[in-house]
């Protein structure tokens, strides 16, 4: 199986993530193996590290290129991201020494034209990272209430011609289902002016993130699951995430901020009384470098947000 995908700040993540070559580290999202085996390489045979994915093609993929491939131990767990302490409780493992997560859609997922990520490829409506779910993209498009969509892709794509589109989606569909991502396109074409579409990135980008979005409840998982992740690391314990827009990399931001500052009494009060200790230190981001935005141009908005556990 080809699966293309070039792991963005990837020596940024193995340099920050690992701190113990005997420890055990978790990459929530394993995709291709890309940042799984730039860790796997820095651990001794005491260590392990495990990868998680919900993708079946990521899965196969993994498989092939981490276990057994290194000297450390290693295990390839199919599960969405926001299940993995279910995956840790599994295997008999309380605390670990690191824990990944690389968010979005991956460049394999984009560029397979009959996954329906991709604005830019002819294919069905889909959008779905996990192949067994329910919802997909195409139930979106041609179910949800006008007032739905024009919500969702305002939301989560911060389209300014979300109404628009949601008008111009519900009166094609009367006429026959909207059942691939072109179809999809040129009505979003249709519906922003030409003068809005000269300028920008390409017109359908925007409302493909809010569906690719809604279909996987990708930030209704974040907040939950970072303080999970948190909970399960050991003293001096480090996470990373890299996020790819603004909404997501607000949620990691804020919650990050949060888990920092501990104490949530209002201002006023001159004492704590909540009692919420901090469970964080050392927050902070890396972008990636010029050579590597020039070398991979999807790595353009791309930041590494990390923190260290107490």
Not at 164 to 192: G, M, N, S, W, Y
Not at 249 to 261: C, E, H
Request: charge should be neutral; proline fraction near 5%; aromatic fraction near 8%.
């Amino acid at each position: 199986m080809e699966f293309k995908h070039t792991s963005i700040l990837l020596q940024e993540s193995v340099d920050f993530l690992i701190t113990d070559k005997k420890g055990i580290y978790v990459d929530c999202t394993m995709g291709g193996a890309g940042h799984s085996r730039g860790f796997a390489a820095q651990l001794e045979p005491e260590g392990m590290l495990i990868g998680i994915d919900q993708d079946d093609d990521a899965i196969a993929v993994a498989g092939e290129r981490l276990v057994d491939k290194f000297p450390c131990k290693t295990a390839v767990v199919k599960s969405n991201f926001k299940d993995f302490a279910s995956a840790l409780d599994v295997m008999e493992i309380d605390k670990i020494d690191g824990i990944f997560f690389d968010l979005g859609v991956s460049s394999y997922q984009l560029d397979t034209p009959e996954r329906g990520f991709s604005y830019m490829h002819d294919g069905p409506l889909d959008m779905r990272m996990n192949k067994e779910a329910k919802l997909d993209a195409e139930y979106v498009v041609n179910h949800y209430k006008e007032d739905q969509l024009a919500e969702l892709i305002h939301k989560y794509g911060e389209e300014r011609w979300s109404k628009r589109i949601a008008q111009f989606v519900v009166a094609a569909r009367k006429h026959q289902p909207i059942t691939t991502t072109f179809q999809l396109v040129e009505i979003i074409k249709q519906a922003i002016p030409k003068g809005a579409r000269m300028d920008g990135p390409h017109p359908a980008k925007r409302t493909f993130q809010a569906i690719r979005i809604e279909v996987n409840n990708e930030l209704g998982i974040l907040e939950a699951t970072m303080e999970a992740a948190v909970n399960r690391l050991k003293s001096g314990g480090r996470i990373g995430v890299i996020t790819f827009h603004s909404l997501e990399d607000r949620i990691i931001k804020q919650t990050f901020a949060r888990l920092a500052k501990g104490c949530t009494c209002p201002p006023q009060l001159p004492v704590c009384v909540c009692g919420k200790k901090p469970l964080l230190k050392k927050v902070g981001n890396i972008v990636p470098s010029k050579q590597e935005v020039e070398e991979n141009p999807r790595s353009r908005s791309a930041r590494l947000r990390y923190a260290i556990k107490i």
